[in-house]
């Protein structure tokens, strides 16, 4: 299970360092100035970008060093992997295994609060569990609900920044997942006139925990066959550089500001596909393709223990809420390639009265859903196109958990 996949990931990315290390480098002062003196308190920080994020952040010793997540074992993996590298925590470091939005998560802002920059990494984020209306309402609490709850909990604090991250599949959203987030970005802009907030879109995180590319890794470690879409583009970015964007973001960002990876030469679509046969190939397997999934399933179970040939499924997407290609910004959107090398900036504009009011409207008619004994998919996506009227949702009668 431990095998070394740097070499998988180079292949991948095709680069061996960060796409963010210039920029990084030149705003390296300034980062230290705002994050050394600073209070911070980081949400779902055991997650993967979360983790990746706190990585990043602490090199700059911080002052107050908090982190809250609801699952114990990776929190307590935080901890070890922190203690045990280079990296000098503060005295003032502690984490607490509780869930945002939970009535000890509450009872702890109530409590303890003493922080300059709050930042969220908690995210509901598969597209496939969005297929039934309990797990859609937990993507909702999640990625809205929890954090409209926090932002007013923050305009009775005097805070320097909100941060909450959100995703590129926000942008022209065809799943309800990635239109959560497009809601959650409209939330934030809402309060932003009593709250500074600002966000990170970006692509796919190579190899974060239940990512299709962990679960390569999780394939052959039980000699199974990969999977993937043939038809499906994304951009692709390491853990590293996800943290390093977060970074940025809140700590240089201004109010209402979301930054993205700038596509170039170092940013390129890629097919899910195509992935899978540079991961195979970058560990000595040669990818073998079979006309079906049971074909594939069967040719692994007969695989021979020293076997270079792996088999693999590859087809096009068939299923619910799968978009071709992804996109950060839209044509309509005010766009900054100057102030950064490889960022981009979309400066956005605080939302009137009437627009938070209807944002508003829709989260108290899901609430009412909850209170009802009934709850209807249906009913809660027209409440999600309202607040997201740019949503382009089309069942499909099949979701990513009827695939292998």
């Known amino acids: 299970m431990f095998k070394n996949y740097d070499s998988a990931l180079s292949r991948i990315l095709r680069r061996s360092r960060s796409i963010f290390t210039e920029d990084i480098h030149n705003n390296q002062q300034s980062l230290k100035e705002n994050i050394s003196k600073s209070r911070l ?46 990296i000098k925590l503060p005295k003032d470091f502690k984490t607490y295994a509780i869930a945002m939005g939970s009535v000890e998560f509450n009872a702890f802002l109530e409590s303890e609060f ?18 039934d209306p ?8 999640t990625n809205v609900y929890y954090v409209k709850e926090l932002l007013e909990e923050l305009t009775n604090h005097d805070v320097k920044k909100f941060f909450s991250v959100s995703s590129d599949k926000a942008v022209n959203p065809v799943s309800l997942m990635g239109a ?34 962990y679960g390569f890794q999780q394939r052959l470690a039980k000699n199974q066959p990969l999977s993937a879409p043939s038809d499906v583009q994304r951009y692709f970015i390491s853990h590293e550089e996800a943290g390093q964007l977060c970074l940025l973001s ?14 170039g030469q170092d940013l390129e679509l890629i097919t899910f596909a195509e992935i899978a046969r540079i991961f195979l190939k970058s560990l000595g397997y040669e990818p073998t393709e079979y006309p079906s999934e049971q ?110």
Not at 114 to 130: C, Q, T, W
Not at 134 to 141: E, F, G, K
Not at 250 to 263: A, E, H, K, S, T
Not at 381 to 387: D, G, H, P, R, T
């Open 114 to 131: 003493n922080y300059d920059y709050i930042l969220n990494f908690a995210a509901m984020k598969h597209v496939r569990s969005e297929k």
């Open 250 to 263: 809140c700590f240089l960002g201004n109010n209402r500001d979301i930054y993205f990876p700038q596509i």
């Open 41 to 86: 308190l980081i949400i779902g920080a055991a997650g993967s970008i979360g983790n990746a994020f706190v990585k990043q952040v602490a090199k700059y010793s911080p002052m107050i060093l908090h982190l809250i997540d609801l699952s114990e074992n990776n929190l307590v993996e935080v901890v070890r992997d922190l203690r045990s590298s280079q």
């Open 295 to 404: 074909a594939a399933r069967e040719a692994a179970e007969s695989m021979e223990n020293n076997s270079k040939q792996w088999p693999c499924f590859f087809s096009e997407s068939d299923t619910t809420g799968e978009k071709p290609y992804e996109e950060f910004y839209t044509e309509n959107d005010e766009v900054d390639f100057e102030t950064y090398q490889k960022i981009g900036i979309i400066h956005q504009t605080k939302l009137n009265p009437d627009q938070k009011a209807i944002l508003l409207k829709v989260i108290q008619s899901i609430e009412d859903i909850q209170k009802s004994k009934h709850w209807g998919k249906k009913e809660i996506v027209e409440l999600i196109k309202i607040a997201v009227p740019e949503l382009e949702h089309e069942e499909m009668g099949k979701n990513l958990d009827q695939k292998m």
């Open 180 to 213: 959560t987030k497009a809601f959650m970005e409209n939330i934030m802009w809402a309060y932003s006139d009593k709250v500074n907030s600002s966000t990170a879109r970006f692509a796919n995180v190579a190899f974060s925990d239940g990512s299709l590319l």
């Open 134 to 141: 309990y797990s859609l309402m937990r993507i909702l609490n």
